[in-house]
C-alpha cells in the first residue's frame, strides 16, 4: 500500500468515527428518571383500582374517597380507610419514576398487559383538577408495566410488583372491628338462645353470678373464652342500615364492664344470623354492621354454664 493509500484509508477511518460519534444514541443511563404522574400524594382525592378482566364474575374493584382529611372506602358503604395502608398505596403510586419506554406501538400493549381490555390493575387516580388513568401489568423480578391512558408509551418499573396494588377493599380497611384488653374486664354476660349468665372477675377470681351454690370455675377455660369475645375482627362491612334478615335483634349478646385509664367502659355487641359461613354483628359503639367468619364465634353462639365449671360439677 503506498503512502497516499495509507493517508486515505487513515482519513476515511476518522471520519467513520466522527459519523457514528455523531448519530450514536446518548446511553440511556445518562438520561434522568421523571415523575410518570404530575400529582402529590397531597392532591389526591380519589383512588379506584380495578383488578385484571376476564371469568365469569366481575372483577374486584375498590375505591377509595378522601373525605374532611379522612379516607374511606366508598366501595364498601363508607367504611372508615387505615389512612396509613392509603398514604403507601398513594406513595407508591405517585413515586413511579420513569426513563426510555420499553414499548411505543399500541400492538404491545396486550402482550405487556397494559391494553384497555386486557391489563393487570387499571388505577383511576383523580384530584381536584384533573383524572389520571394508569394500566399496570406484572412483569419480571419484582417489576411492573405501566401505560397511561391515551398514551403508546410502555414503560418499566422495578421496585414493587402487580399485586402490591391491591384491588381489594380489606386490603385498606382495619379489619378489626372491635377489641378489649381481655385483662381489663371485671363482668361479662352472655345471652343466647341456651340462656343467660354474667361472669365476674372484680376479685382474685372469674366466678359465676347467681350460679348454683358452690360452683367453681375452671379459671383456664374462662380466661379463654373471654379472650374470644374481647376482640372482633371483620370479614367485610355489611353496611349501616340493620335489616331484619340480619337477625341481630333475636341474637346472641355479648356485653362487658372493663377498667378504663380513669373509669369503667362498657360495650356490647349482638351477633346476628349465618350466611354463607359468616355472622352479622353490630356494636352499639358503631354505626357499621359487619360480617366476621362464623366459626370463629360458634363457641360464644352456644356458650353454657356447663362449659365453664370444673370437671366433676
Known amino acids: 500500500m503506498t503512502g497516499s493509500q495509507k493517508l486515505l484509508t487513515g482519513l476515511l477511518v476518522v471520519q467513520a468515527i466522527l459519523a457514528v460519534s455523531l448519530w450514536w444514541p446518548a446511553k440511556q443511563s445518562q438520561v434522568e428518571p421523571r415523575p410518570f404522574l404530575d400529582i402529590t400524594p397531597e392532591q389526591a382525592t ?11 364474575s366481575p372483577p374486584d374493584s375498590v375505591h377509595l374517597v378522601r373525605k374532611d382529611d379522612q379516607w ?46 386486557e391489563y393487570g390493575k387499571r388505577v383511576v387516580l383523580e384530584t381536584t ?22 398514551e403508546d408509551q410502555v414503560y418499566r418499573v422495578r421496585g414493587f410488583s402487580e399485586w402490591s ?14 377489641e378489649q384488653d381481655p385483662d381489663s374486664i371485671e363482668v361479662l354476660t352472655i345471652e343466647n338462645s341456651a340462656g343467660s349468665f354474667t361472669l365476674d ?10 350460679g348454683p351454690e ?23 362491612p355489611a353496611g349501616r342500615e340493620v335489616l331484619p334478615e340480619y337477625g341481630l335483634d333475636k341474637g346472641t349478646t355479648v356485653q362487658w364492664t372493663a377498667t378504663g385509664e380513669d373509669s369503667t367502659v362498657g360495650a356490647s355487641y349482638r351477633i346476628g344470623a349465618e350466611d354463607d359461613g359468616k355472622v352479622y354483628i353490630k356494636s352499639e359503639d358503631s354505626p357499621f354492621v359487619i360480617k366476621a367468619t362464623a366459626s370463629s364465634f360458634k363457641a360464644v353462639t352456644e356458650a353454657r354454664v356447663a362449659d365453664f365449671l370444673e370437671s366433676g360439677q
Open 46 to 56: 380519589s383512588v379506584t383500582i380495578t383488578g385484571s378482566p376476564g371469568g365469569d
Open 72 to 117: 374511606v372506602v366508598e366501595s364498601s358503604f363508607g367504611y372508615p380507610a387505615d389512612k396509613t395502608r392509603v398514604d403507601e398505596l398513594l406513595d407508591k403510586l405517585t413515586g413511579i419514576r420513569v426513563k426510555h419506554p420499553i414499548a411505543t406501538k399500541t400492538t404491545s400493549h396486550t402482550q405487556l398487559k397494559v391494553g384497555e381490555q
Open 129 to 150: 383538577d384533573s383524572v389520571s388513568e394508569v394500566f399496570i401489568g406484572a412483569a419480571a423480578s419484582n417489576s411492573v408495566n405501566v401505560r397511561l391512558s391515551g
Open 165 to 178: 396494588i391491591s384491588d381489594r377493599p380489606q386490603r385498606y380497611m382495619d379489619t378489626v372491628y372491635l
Open 201 to 210: 372477675h372484680s376479685q382474685d377470681e372469674w366466678v359465676l353470678l347467681d
Open 214 to 236: 358452690g360452683s367453681r370455675l375452671d379459671q383456664d377455660e374462662v380466661q379463654r373464652f373471654v379472650k374470644k369475645v374481647a376482640k372482633v375482627r371483620m370479614r367485610e
